[in-house]
């Protein structure tokens, strides 16, 4: 089906920044949305911005302003650019995708698939 893979996360300082990349690869056809979330200890895994194929971006209230979604529709890549890190940013990010891809009969299918996660830790 459709596979993502997250990578870019790391340890920085707070006030610094990073850059997250998510490539999602298999028979797609097309992706509408390309999402990131994170996960803090002991807390629910929550949206941090979202994409659709036509660009329109959303983002959660705590990180706007500071962070970028963007998309790269020939490489099926989402990105997410994080300036200004603070601690409260610490968290496992997990890329998501959902859209169409086609068996080797040409039928179409839905996906909905989740990378395994890439952690970023932002040290006060």
């Known amino acids: 089906q459709v596979q993502l893979v997250e990578s870019g996360g790391g340890l920085v300082q707070a006030g610094g920044s990073l850059r997250l990349s998510c490539v999602a690869s298999g028979r797609i056809v097309i992706i509408n949305s390309m999402d990131w979330y994170r996960q803090a200890p002991g807390k629910q895994r929550e949206l941090v911005a979202s994409t659709t194929s036509g660009d329109n971006a959303n983002y959660a209230d705590s990180v706007k302003g500071r962070f970028t979604i963007s998309r790269d529709n020939a490489n099926n890549t989402v990105y997410l650019q994080m300036n200004s890190l603070k601690p409260e940013d610490t968290a496992v990010y997990y890329c998501?995708?959902?859209?169409?891809?086609?068996?080797?009969?040409?039928?179409?299918?839905?996906?909905?698939?989740w990378g395994q996660g890439t952690q970023v830790t932002v040290s006060s």
């Open positions: 998501r995708g959902d859209g169409h891809w086609s068996t080797y009969g040409g039928v179409w299918r839905t996906f909905g698939s």
